[in-house]
């Protein structure tokens, strides 16, 4: 697919833009870091900003920095993709010798791009195999790895605590069942007639398999972890007067954020959001995406 056809295919609106640029205030330009770059939705809006703002841009996705880079072409003596998880921000500015910044930005999670591409696993609308790793090129385990491999109890308390699933332990003990039958879950398909044999096709209003996919993808991707040591080590980045802003789409993150902020609150930071801003009723009806979003901010003192 050429760059025009891939970019008509994943564009997207950025989540709560316009609030994520009144608490980052970057009009008078500065250094800032997009760390998810995603489509560049952000970034782009970053850039655009002012001509004196400098930004690095980070994803764990090699295909994302390929894309991104593409894409922002016409910004390229002022930005910078980098190939990385969030959770080394620390040490890729120091590699670029950059000593305090202005702002971060994180909006968590899958982009649109990662979810479209079929044969990636993270969707359970398409057949394929189980990958979900956000960076194909770490050796980490996939999904598919996971599934084979983690005992009944370490699947249960993934598909609980990062699904919030509550038929977990049903859902792992006939994963574990189908094993013993040399009948390994190895395709979204798999995956979701296991899910669907335990719970029924709908969960609610969402489909059933929807939760269980989250927790894989959570997991496989460590993604919880990632997010607690990039909020400290973000705040530390930044320079006084500095503001981190992050986007979460479900309570696991959120909590992780509003922990940080509240430990850090009065000693290295002010919270600037003291509830999280949520999109408004006219951005969710035009971006359903937006739906679960919840932003909190910080300055740093
Ligand atoms: C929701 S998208 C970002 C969308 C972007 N703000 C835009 O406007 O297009 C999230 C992106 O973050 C990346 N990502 C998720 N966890 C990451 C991590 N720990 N480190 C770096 N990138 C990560 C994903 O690969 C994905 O591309």
Known sequence: MGFEEQKQKYSHKPVLLSEA????KPWHGGVFVDATL?????????????SDLTLIGLDKDARVIELVTERLKSFSDRFKAVHSDFAEIKRILEALDIDGVDGILADLGVSSFQLESRERGFS????????????ETSSNSTAADLLRTLSEKELADIIFEYGQERYARKIARRIVERRSLGKFV???????????SVVGKRSGRIHSATRVFQALRIAVNDELGSLKKFV???????KTGGRLVVISFHSLEDRIVKRAFSELSGKKIRI???????PSR???????RA???KLRACLKL
């Open 272 to 278: 600037l959001t003291r509830k999280p801003i949520r």
């Open 124 to 135: 359970f609308r398409f057949c394929a195999p189980l990958d979900m790793r956000m960076d």
């Open 186 to 196: 190895e395709t979204t398909e798999d995956l979701v007639k296991v899910v669907e």
């Open 282 to 288: 006219n951005e969710i009806s035009e971006n359903p």
């Open 21 to 24: 640029l009144d608490y980052l």
């Open 232 to 238: 400290f080590d973000a705040i530390d980045v930044l």
């Open 291 to 293: 739906r679960s979003a």
């Open 38 to 50: 995603g489509l560049g939705g952000h970034s782009q809006a970053l850039l655009s900003s002012s």
